[in-house]
């Protein structure tokens, strides 16, 4: 199965180990990749502040070259994937539709409507795709205790959303189970992480990462398993800056949901975009659970 493959302005940048982790579990698992050529930003959450319109029209560009290939168009990032989504929602709206491909037709191009757009976490949890990521396991991660956890992006609004729970989707625990990991009840799988105020509010950001934390290690999770690179950051990136910020200490791994799939498959640390023998800047190193 070949897939255009939209990695956003992050998966390019501060979240590449989730790049190449993503590549490589798809290439073991039979799936190719071919990166959508000239996509830009999906908008994220500045572009409304200049434009009411301009990230519709950004998400509109890129599922026009998207119609130019007969294959679904995959959207790792979270945030990309929910603002292509709700683009490709909006668009249905015939006057919008309109007014959208006004502007797309001064860059000569035109949105028609169709286009598949898939999260990557649909595709490996399938239930085919499974049973074959198990059948593949040669590292199973027995025991291993984790949270899994969505963010707010991928289950809101519903009608752009990956087809689960808004509260309690169970995509990521069905895959740990895959991999012979143990997936412990996470009240807030889909609560916010904080991100977005980083910038602009920091103190409230930390604040709502620390609350995530707490009950992770509450619950005697060993990592924290993710699908969105904001989420990694808040999570993972900003760890240390909130263990010394409130004086706690969590040291708390936090995973692509790709970089535990590898470990499983036996792809290994380099290619999961794991550490190898030294510590991230900013965040623990892998726990030792993983690195068995």
């Known amino acids: 199965m070949e897939y255009q493959f939209f990695p956003g302005c992050s998966l390019h940048g501060t979240a590449r180990e989730y790049a190449v982790s993503l590549r490589a579990a798809f290439a073991k698992l039979g799936f190719k990749l071919n990166e959508l050529e000239g996509w830009n930003c999906c908008g994220a959450t500045a572009a409304r502040?200049?434009?009411?319109?301009?990230?519709?029209?950004?998400?509109?560009?890129?599922?026009?070259l998207a119609q130019e290939r007969?294959?679904?168009?995959l959207a790792a990032c979270n945030m990309c994937y929910s603002n292509l989504a709700i683009a490709r929602h909006a668009l249905q709206e015939e006057s919008?539709?309109?007014?959208?491909?006004?502007?797309?037709?001064?860059?000569?191009?035109?949105?028609?409507?169709?286009?598949?757009?898939?999260?990557p976490l649909q595709v490996v949890t399938t239930e085919?795709?499974?049973?074959?990521?198990?059948?593949?396991?040669?590292?199973?991660?027995?025991?291993?205790?984790?949270?899994?956890?969505?963010?707010?992006?991928?289950t809101r609004p519903r009608y752009a959303s990956v087809g689960e729970s808004n509260f309690n989707p169970m995509a990521l625990d069905r895959l740990a189970m895959a991999l012979g990991a143990k997936p412990l009840p996470f009240s807030a799988k889909t609560s916010c992480c904080g991100g977005p105020l980083l910038m602009t509010?920091?103190?409230?950001?930390?604040?709502?990462?620390?609350?995530?934390?707490?009950?992770?290690?509450?619950?005697?999770a060993q990592c924290i398993v993710v699908s969105c690179p904001q989420c990694h950051l808040s999570l993972g990136g900003k760890q240390r800056t909130i263990e010394a910020r409130y004086g706690v200490k969590y040291g708390m791994p936090v995973l692509y949901f790709t970089q535990l799939?590898?470990?499983?498959?036996?792809?290994?640390?380099?290619?999961?975009?794991?550490?190898?023998?030294?510590?991230?800047?900013d965040g623990p190193r892998p726990a030792r659970a993983l690195d068995r």
């Open 128 to 154: 085919a795709v499974l049973e074959r990521v198990a059948a593949e396991v040669v590292r199973p991660l027995s025991g291993l205790r984790v949270v899994s956890y969505y963010g707010c992006l991928l």
């Open 70 to 73: 007969d294959q679904p168009l």
């Open 261 to 281: 799939l590898g470990l499983a498959l036996g792809i290994g640390h380099g290619s999961s975009g794991l550490p190898v023998g030294r510590a991230p800047r």
């Open 201 to 220: 509010h920091p103190d409230a950001a930390y604040f709502a990462a620390k609350g995530l934390l707490d009950e992770a290690k509450e619950l005697g």
């Open 96 to 119: 919008l539709c309109r007014r959208v491909n006004g502007r797309l037709r001064e860059m000569g191009i035109t949105y028609s409507g169709g286009v598949p757009l898939l999260h």
């Open 49 to 64: 502040s200049l434009d009411e319109l301009l990230p519709t029209v950004l998400g509109a560009r890129n599922l026009a």
